[in-house]
T-cell receptor, first 113, second 113 residues
Framework: QKEVEQNSGPLSVPEGAIASLNCTYSDRGSQSFFWYRQYSGKSPELIMFIYSNGDKEDGRFTAQLNKASQYVSLLIRDSQPSDSATYLCAVKGGSGNTGKLIFGQGTTLQVKP | NAGVTQTPKFRILKIGQSMTLQCTQDMNHNYMYWYRQDPGMGLKLIYYSVGAGITDKGEVPNGYNVSRSTTEDFPLRLELAAPSQTSVYFC????????????FGPGTRLTVT
């Protein structure tokens, strides 16, 4: 079992729809969870982080965390063509204090006009 | 602030050659990381450092070396380049005691032929 798993997609949604991106992780002691957006040929850019169970909203983005189910998701409301990118889920493990993150392979999102 | 900078942006190496990828950050972050990203894949940790003079191996360290003589700089050395090292290399940094969100440089695209 991979430590951080994402469906590679592509996930295709029409403009204006809600895009739902999912991520599961294996380490029950994981503390912090991050969503990065990566445009083709560019570096990852942090868009959200969450560390408490529940929802965290930032503009059109909502991160959801369920530690019991070891599940974190990202919702993008009113999706725009500019949201088309690969979304990387990253998890900070529970052991050690090195700041190391484990990344999933990413989900490619396509928003069609 | 320039954030995290990397040089060069692109490089083509012949098999057996060596090179150093440069990474500098101006945010006074203690923690720095080197990742590689193969096409369609997530990020794999090569080496990391929690401070000047302290480095440790990540998930895929073979064929690479690092040093950390200052807080700002974290160069990655490739010795005896092999085609399997063709990849995009990202450097990242974060602050000790933070939520450990990592900030990435623009990347170096390396081809070994």
């Amino acid at each position: 079992q991979k430590e951080v798993e994402q469906n590679s997609g592509p996930l295709s949604v029409p403009e204006g729809a809600i895009a739902s991106l999912n991520c599961t992780y294996s380490d029950r002691g994981s503390q912090s969870f991050f969503w990065y957006r990566q445009y083709s040929g560019k570096s990852p850019e942090l868009i959200m982080f969450i560390y408490s169970n529940g929802d965290k909203e930032d503009g059109r983005f909502t991160a959801q965390l369920n530690k019991a189910s070891q599940y974190v998701s990202l919702l993008i409301r009113d999706s725009q063509p500019s949201d088309s990118a690969t979304y990387l889920c990253a998890v900070k493990g529970g052991s050690g204090n090195t700041g190391k993150l484990i990344f999933g392979q990413g989900t490619t999102l396509q928003v069609k006009p | 602030n320039a954030g995290v900078t990397q040089t060069p942006k692109f490089r083509i190496l012949k098999i057996g050659q060596s090179m150093t990828l440069q990474c500098t950050q101006d945010m006074n972050h203690n923690y720095m990381y080197w990742y590689r990203q193969d096409p369609g894949m997530g990020l794999k940790l090569i080496y990391y450092s929690v401070g000047a003079g302290i480095t440790d191996k990540g998930e895929v360290p073979n064929g690479y070396n690092v040093s950390r003589s200052t807080t700002e700089d974290f160069p990655l050395r490739l010795e005896l380049a092999a085609p399997s090292q063709t990849s995009v290399y990202f450097c990242a940094s974060t602050e000790r005691g933070s939520i450990y969100e990592q900030y990435f440089g623009p990347g170096t695209r390396l081809t070994v032929t």
